[in-house]
């Protein structure tokens, strides 16, 4: 259900070089699944800013963000006690249904990971195992390792070693076995996980005018001639309804 | 005549304020933000003859006081919108929309125009001639005063709804262009469409637009619109829908002031949701505050 609200900054605190928690207190009644994201008014900037929830109780929800520009900065200088102004209950989130009876892995790159950990934490409380693959650049960047692996067995990847294996996801998901993904990173990334095979959710990014299927500035072709609108068909599509070489096809 | 309510050819509104095409969907996808049966009137996406993904992403950037979009008209073209998406508006909306009519030939644009023509939901055809003629030089219809004129004509040949000319600003005379459109026997003028702009990535001085250059909305081309229609009231007869960078009350008073009857509000109900029906609250109290009695009695005080 989309809600438009004000929220109160109750933390916003940094978890690794250029990687802030915020957590947000407000209405919850938009019914929040896994995967949805919000999309927030930060001041001076007239575009909102997508943003995934990371995970959700009755009162708050927790965001993970990396300061990628003049938005997210701005936002990594704002104070607990400041209100925000956002639109929540955007996206489809991801469908676990799908996933049922299956062995199940996560796997996340970079600010792609925190849909994965209310992913993961939905998943658990309905009882699924699964494994959770974590990639980031550099190990200054990773964050929640911990949580996730409190949850779920955690396999992590750096591209410069310095936590965890040394290399990118594909390399672990080569390593174990699986038979469904969800997946939520940088579009390569998303495109490696996709190539290995099998069935699975992909977690998409696109810029973005309105987030919630107004503009259509988000459009993505899809296999069999049609288009989805990210923020409203997505940001979650099938592995069996992707398709990756359209941009070379214009 | 009431205090909010005016009337476009012999149509009337509740309230002069209408959702601009291409930032409002097909209006349904608002319902869920508000009752949308509170706005004038709903200009629904610029709609083609055949259906069309658009131009391929990113087609969105932002810059200081806007955006810029290249959306490419996509469509699922005009017997999808008219079986499909009209019917889904119907559910949730109970007035008369406009019908935002894109073409790439003058054949195509009557085309269009005649299917919206029969189709009871729609009012009043808006002809967004910011579309390159693919049949002859490539250049917008909308850039030469001959080219407004020919689809014009040949539009109102076939149908009966009164037709209004969407104009593109990127000209160097737009006054030259909406006294053709009115000859040619234009109902009515939409002023004006999206400004031609760019957006560049400093660091690899890549521009951020699939297109390169891109159409400019937003709160900064609220000045220049005005300007626009400041230029053309007094030098046309027919009705003038303002429309560019419309964000509160006071907005649609100084645009009616400078000669619109009615106005559109496009970017800002992307970043806010819920602007539409917060300008309708807004409207009374601020014509209290200025001691006007009627929108109609303000319409193009500016040039008195
Ligand atoms: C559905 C979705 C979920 C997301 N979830 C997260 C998340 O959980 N954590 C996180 O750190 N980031 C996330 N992002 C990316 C985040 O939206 C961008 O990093 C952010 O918008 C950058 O804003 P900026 O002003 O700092 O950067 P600038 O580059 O200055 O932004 C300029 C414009 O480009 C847009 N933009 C720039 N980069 C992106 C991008 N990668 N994706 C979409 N729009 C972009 C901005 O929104 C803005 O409109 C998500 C994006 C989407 C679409
Ligand atoms: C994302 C987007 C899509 C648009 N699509 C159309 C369209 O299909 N047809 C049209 O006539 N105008 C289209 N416009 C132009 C708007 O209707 C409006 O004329 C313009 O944006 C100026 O108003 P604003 O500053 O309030 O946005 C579009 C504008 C935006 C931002
Ligand atoms: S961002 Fe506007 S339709 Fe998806």
């Known amino acids: 259900m989309k809600k438009q609200a004000f929220y109160e900054i109750k933390r916003n605190q940094p978890l690794a070089r250029d990687i802030f928690l915020m957590t947000l207190v407000g209405p919850m009644n938009f019914e929040p699944r896994p995967g949805q994201f919000i999309n927030i008014k930060i001041d001076g900037f007239y575009l909102r800013r997508p943003i995934s929830i990371c995970s959700f109780d009755e009162d708050s929800m927790d965001i993970i963000y990396k300061i990628a520009g003049n938005g ?9 006690g400041q209100k925000l102004d956002v639109l929540c209950g955007l996206g489809n989130g991801f469908d676990l249904s799908l996933a049922e009876g299956r062995r199940i892995v996560l796997v996340g790159g ?27 650049q550099t190990h200054d960047q990773a964050f929640f390792i911990d949580e996730f692996s409190a949850i779920c067995p955690t396999r992590v990847v750096t591209n410069d070693g310095g936590i965890g294996k040394k290399g990118v996801v594909t390399d672990i998901l080569r390593e174990i076995s699986y038979d469904y993904y969800f997946t939520c990173g940088p579009e390569p990334m ?33 296999l069999g001639g049609g288009s989805k609108r990210i923020c409203m068909q997505g940001p979650v599509l099938r592995s069996d309804e992707v398709l990756f070489s359209w941009i070379n096809l214009e | 005549m009431d205090k909010l309510g005016v009337t476009l050819s012999g149509w009337d509104l509740e309230n002069p304020i209408i959702a601009a095409s291409g930032t409002f969907g097909y209006g349904y996808e608002f319902a869920s933000w508000y009752d949308i049966n509170i706005l004038g009137s709903i200009s629904l996406k610029g709609t083609t003859r055949e259906p069309r993904f658009g131009n391929p992403t990113p087609r969105i950037a932002e810059c200081c006081g806007g955006m810029l979009n290249a959306i490419g008209l996509q469509s699922p073209g005009v017997e999808s919108v008219i079986s499909e998406e009209i019917p889904k508006l119907r559910s949730v909306f109970k007035k008369k929309v406009i019908a935002n009519v894109a073409g790439f030939s003058v054949a195509e644009y009557v085309q269009v125009a005649a299917l919206f023509d029969a189709v009871e939901e729609v009012a009043l055809l808006e002809i967004n001639v910011s579309c390159p003629n693919v049949e002859s030089d490539g250049r917008v219809f909308g850039s030469t005063p001959e080219s407004v004129a020919l689809v014009c004509r040949e539009i109102k040949k076939v149908v009966k709804k009164p037709v209004y000319m969407k104009l593109s600003p990127n000209v160097a005379n737009i006054t030259e262009i909406a006294q053709a459109a009115e000859s040619a026997g234009a109902d009515g003028l939409v002023l004006i469409n999206t400004l031609l702009g760019m957006a560049v990535d400093p660091a690899t001085g890549k521009p951020i637009v699939s297109t390169k250059v891109a159409g400019f909305s937003g709160p900064a081309i609220k000045p220049i619109a005005l300007r626009v229609i400041y230029q053309v009231y007094p030098n046309v007869r027919i009705p003038i829908i303002g429309v560019g960078g419309i964000t509160c009350a006071d907005d649609v008073i100084e645009f009616i002031s400078v000669g619109a009857t009615a106005v559109q509000v496009g970017s800002q109900n992307l970043r806010d949701p819920c602007v539409g029906r917060d300008i309708i609250n807004e409207l009374p109290q601020k014509m209290d505050e200025y001691g006007i009695e009627t929108l109609g009695g303000i319409v193009g005080r500016s040039h008195r």
Do not use: H
């Open chain 1, 72 to 80: 997210t900065d701005a936002l990594s200088k704002m104070s607990p």
């Open chain 1, 110 to 136: 970079g600010v792609g990971i925190p849909p994965l950990y209310g992913l993961g934490k939905a998943l658990k409380a309905a009882g699924a195992e699964f494994t959770a693959v974590l990639g980031w």
């Open chain 1, 190 to 222: 998303l495109k490696a996980v996709y190539d290995l095979g099998g069935n699975g959710q992909l977690s998409f990014e696109a810029r973005m005018g309105c987030g919630f299927g107004a503009c259509m500035g988000c459009s993505r072709k899809t």
